[in-house]
């Protein structure tokens, strides 16, 4: 159990817990947090989780908790930890079940004094065209060969079937694909899961939210994202689906012998783990891999349906309902990437969890037009409150391996948010607050209710104070399409 | 001279407190109603309805190092019937053997699912075995 005295106050947005903590950590553990949302994080596991993520083989740095962090299981969820390349391990629950989880933001010029009368038909027209909720399935029918397409050039499939603009690629982490992905890896079960599910949104946390950006901090950077103050824009957030969720299932399970093989002494087996040099991490870089390009073209095919749903409404009514990509960026997902530690520059393997990458200035891998004001990081808030855009810092690369927080973050347990709401209660607050919100489930909508997040605005104002990323733009919701 | 009786427990199952996911309890006098009682705790928690008929019957080996590898594949491969071939089992039949388990199903089609479970997890697994019977705790991805 950590207590607060166990940490080292480092300013007052961050703290230490030292290797000296316990005996087996091998690199000490730094939180970016204010007093008052650490003091909610104390109320479960998450620092025993992320001291437990310290002892893995390999490590370099330090394992980094983001404010947005909750106990999930074996890493904490918003937790990043990157290991030596090649010497050591990849864990696949430091990348978590729906691998490359994340999220796409598309800007758009339309008013919101022009869209507001068609609210309803636009919530109606986005349920009907982007298939959501629990075990649905695409509208797509994928033969063998195409699905190990996807998961060999994702967003790029996508792009050569008519489905995704040039700017789409560009403007998503590493263009949508990842290279080294191979479907060989990715076993015939995950491929049976994946194969029917491809542009679907799925269920849980994931949902299509109508924003309006309603305060801009950064004229110039919004200027460059296409973000008007007063103008919609739109939220996509979902990941691989069964693929990935089989794919982590998959490895765990192998893995189990790969750390007898090598030796690896385990605090917690879901923190199961390979050498990134052994077959079987090889094995499931490749694989995992695999999974996240399928959560790219996922999210480009629910975005070119949003796209139909929006001309279906806007059409004759606006004069430009186009919606241009701002930016796509993954929360769970393993990247080999170069990061400056302890002044030198290597190849390590970052684990982010519940974590975006939040690359500053200059950084290799962003879009030519965000080379100058750094990546776009989006924090998506619960539903009904707000959601920001950020920017990653140059001061930020060497802190965090150019990381930062991936939205809210879950403080009460779904049994504890349905006792507090009720579902259709929750709609019609919702709804007098000016909010639309169509849910597959009503228990499912009260488990994702507001007041079991942490205030976004809070997390945000602690990655800003504690220098890991720069306010943007504001977003508040208008019309949510929940899975 | 008195003779100690120890009762064994009645299956059971209950919802546990997890801040990002579902986990749950599982008691049971023996192994195999242990399994059959986490599949049921399983089924409820994501709110799966089967179907009245027709009954589908399924045979499954699985092969796992552990009991709790067992427990986890076990479940991973009800969900995998779940979301591939939607059918859920509600009777079950299973024979322990070593690291081996023979498993007879018999269940329908799921008629509907209020929740998408993506994975059972190893975190923090354990089953105890005591004087009374076996407990587990299980945490599902959601």
């Not at chain 2, 190893?122 to 009374?132: F, I, K, N, P, Q």
Request: net charge negative.
């Amino acid at each position: 159990m950590v207590r607060l005295q166990d940490l080292k106050r480092i300013s007052d947005y961050e703290w230490e817990i030292p290797k000296s903590f316990r005996a087996d950590m091998r690199v000490p553990v730094r939180i970016f947090s204010t007093k008052t949302l650490l003091e909610e994080v104390m109320q479960d596991k998450s620092l025993e989780q992320a001291v437990n993520a310290a002892t893995l083989p390999g490590l370099v740095g330090k394992v980094l908790v983001m404010p947005d962090i909750h106990q999930g299981y074996g890493f904490p969820i918003g937790g990043v930890a990157a290991t030596r390349y090649p010497e050591g391990v990849i864990s696949p629950g430091g990348i978590g079940y729906d691998i490359n989880c994340g999220v796409r933001l598309m800007a758009s010029q339309i008013e919101l004094g022009a869209a507001q009368p068609h609210f309803k038909q636009l919530a109606m027209a986005l349920e009907k065209n982007c298939p959501s909720g629990v075990g649905t399935k695409g509208q797509l029918r994928l033969s063998e060969g195409e699905l190990d397409e996807v998961c060999r050039t994702g967003s790029k499939w996508a792009l050569k079937k008519g489905m995704a603009t040039e700017t789409d690629v560009r403007r998503t982490e590493e263009r949508g694909s990842l290279a080294g992905a191979d479907p060989s890896k990715v076993g015939q079960r995950a491929k049976q899961r994946g194969r029917p599910q491809l542009g679907s949104l799925g269920a849980g946390n994931h949902f299509i939210e109508v924003d309006v950006v309603d305060k801009v901090f950064d004229p110039e950077a919004a200027r460059i994202m296409g973000l008007k103050e007063g103008f919609l824009a739109l939220q996509v957030h979902c990941g691989s689906r069964g693929l990935g969720h089989q794919v982590c299932s998959d490895y765990v399970q192998e893995f189990q012998n790969a750390v007898r093989k090598y030796g690896i002494q385990l605090v917690d087996r879901e923190l199961m783990c390979a050498p990134l040099d052994s077959p079987e991490g090889q094995a499931y870089l490749a694989a995992m891999r695999c999974a996240a390009n399928y959560a790219f073209a996922n999210r480009q095919i629910l975005a070119h349906y949003v796209r139909q749903a929006f001309g279906e409404v806007f059409a004759g009514k606006v004069d430009n309902w186009q919606l241009v990509q701002v930016y796509d960026i993954a929360h769970n997902m393993g990247k080999v990437e170069k990061h400056v530690v302890d002044g030198e520059e290597i190849e390590v393997c970052v684990h982010r969890k519940g974590a975006t990458r939040a690359f500053g200035p200059g950084a290799h891998g962003l879009p030519p037009e965000y080379r100058e004001i750094g990546q776009p990081v989006l924090v998506p808030g619960s539903m009904g409150t707000s959601s920001w855009v950020l920017v990653g810092t140059e001061a930020n690369m060497e802190r965090t391996f150019g990381s930062s927080c991936h939205g809210a973050g879950r403080v009460m347990s779904r049994q504890q948010a349905k006792k507090k709401v009720w579902g259709a209660t929750l709609i019609e607050e919702l709804e007098a607050s000016g909010i639309h919100v169509r849910a597959g489930s009503m228990p499912g909508l009260a488990e994702e209710a507001p007041e079991a997040y942490k205030d976004v605005d809070m997390v945000v104002e602690t990655v800003v104070g504690a220098g890991i990323a720069n306010k943007v733009a504001h977003l508040r919701p208008l019309v949510v399409i929940k899975g | 001279m008195g003779i100690l009786v120890t009762m064994k427990i009645k299956a059971g199952f209950r919802e546990i407190e997890h801040t990002a996911d579902l986990a749950i309890e599982v008691w049971a006098p023996d192994l195999p109603s242990l399994f059959s009682q986490a599949a049921q705790a399983m089924y409820t928690v994501a709110r799966v309805q089967l179907a009245e008929t027709p009954r589908i019957n399924r045979l499954i080996n699985l092969h796992a190092q552990d009991i709790e590898s067992m427990l986890v594949l076990f479940l991973n491969e009800l969900i995998f019937l779940g979301e591939c071939d939607e059918v859920g089992f509600d009777e079950m039949d299973l024979r322990l053997s070593g690291e081996d388990m023979e498993c007879y199903l018999s269940g329908a089609d799921i008629k509907s699912k209020g929740r998408e479970i993506k994975a059972a997890t190893y975190h923090g697994l354990e089953v105890r075995s005591g004087a009374d019977g076996y407990r587990a705790k299980v945490v599902f991805d959601v």
